[in-house]
């Protein structure tokens, strides 16, 4: 259905100030309707490829629960950054804006797969997994300052960044231990930034530690931890085990790639023979 009243002919399921007020399902449809064929490409071999890599780590379940919180509360994090911006501005543009996509699921893949493989380096450009979100939300800015298409991808970029590092930081159920998240310092939020940032990044961000965690690293006496928090160096272990399977995940998938490769080399010689 298109809003007939405004020029560019929004999605129904699009998050604008007057829609998603008396249909609160748009913010959670509003993240599986794409506005253009690229962005309906791109979702979709995001889904196939880092999906086919994620989903066997995480469980079908954890994974599609995280797609499901990830985009709802993206959707959440936009409507109320618009409301704040038009009160601020006095401009109905933050209001009519049309946001929508599924590219702030696809950039909390990416934080997955740094969780996951972060030192796993990508082919030919020889950049480690690690920094493909931070790479991402820094070329979205900078292409937003070129390209007014552009403007409605950064916040959903930037905002399923952040929401789907909560996510798997604080809120994750882990299926072999009882506790949930990724309290690893590799997974820290200052690790999305470079090195010489990290000591400005790290007080602030203890801030919000305190304030999502609720929990406090203080052991008692006997080495245990007090209300249910894992052994000192526990995080670190469990972390490095995740990063296991994750490699271990990506080079059962290659392999079985160059398998497949192979076998159909050997089949069009064979029928080349033939």
């Known amino acids: 259905m298109e809003d007939l009243d405004h020029p560019m002919g929004f999605m129904a399921s699009s998050i604008t100030?007057?829609?998603?007020?008396?249909?609160?399902?748009?913010?959670?449809?509003?993240?599986?309707?794409?506005?253009?064929?690229?962005?309906?490409?791109?979702?979709?071999?995001?889904?196939?490829?880092?999906?086919?890599?994620?989903?066997?780590?995480?469980g079908s379940r954890e994974f599609f629960k995280f797609i499901f919180v990830v985009n709802l509360l993206t959707s959440v994090c936009l409507f109320i950054t618009a409301i704040a911006f038009y009160y601020i501005t006095r401009l109905e543009t933050?209001?009519?804006?049309?946001?929508?996509?599924?590219?702030?699921?696809?950039?909390?893949?990416?934080?997955?797969?740094?969780?996951?493989?972060?030192?796993?380096?990508?082919?030919?450009?020889?950049?480690?997994?690690?920094?493909?979100?931070?790479?991402?939300?820094?070329?979205?800015?900078?292409?937003?300052?070129?390209?007014?298409?552009?403007?409605?991808?950064?916040?959903?970029?930037i905002s399923g960044t952040y929401i789907s590092w909560i996510y798997l930081r604080y809120w994750q159920r882990k299926p072999e231990t009882k506790h949930r998240g990724d309290l690893s310092e590799d997974f820290a939020f200052s690790t999305f930034f470079p090195e010489f940032l990290r000591p400005v990044i790290d007080p602030i961000a203890s801030i919000f530690h305190r304030m999502l965690c609720g929990r406090y690293d203080a052991s008692n006496d006997d080495g245990y931890s007090l209300e249910n928090e894992p052994l000192p160096g526990s995080d670190s272990i469990e972390a490095s085990r995740r990063r296991e399977r994750g490699a271990r995940a990506l080079e059962e998938r290659l392999a079985a790639e160059r398998l497949a490769a192979a076998r159909r080399e050997l089949q069009r010689e064979a029928e080349e023979n033939v």
Do not use: C, R
Not at 23 to 35: D, M, P, R, S
Not at 143 to 150: H, N, Y
């Open 17 to 58: 100030h007057p829609k998603t007020i008396p249909f609160a399902w748009n913010l959670i449809t509003a993240g599986y309707v794409e506005q253009s064929i690229y962005g309906v490409v791109v979702s979709t071999l995001s889904l196939l490829f880092i999906g086919k890599l994620l989903e066997p780590i995480w």
């Open 94 to 157: 933050y209001l009519y804006m049309p946001l929508s996509g599924f590219h702030g699921v696809v950039s909390g893949f990416l934080v997955g797969v740094k969780q996951i493989i972060p030192d796993q380096e990508l082919p030919f450009i020889k950049i480690k997994t690690k920094w493909l979100p931070s790479i991402t939300v820094l070329l979205s800015i900078a292409i937003s300052f070129w390209t007014l298409e552009a403007t409605a991808y950064l916040p959903t970029i």
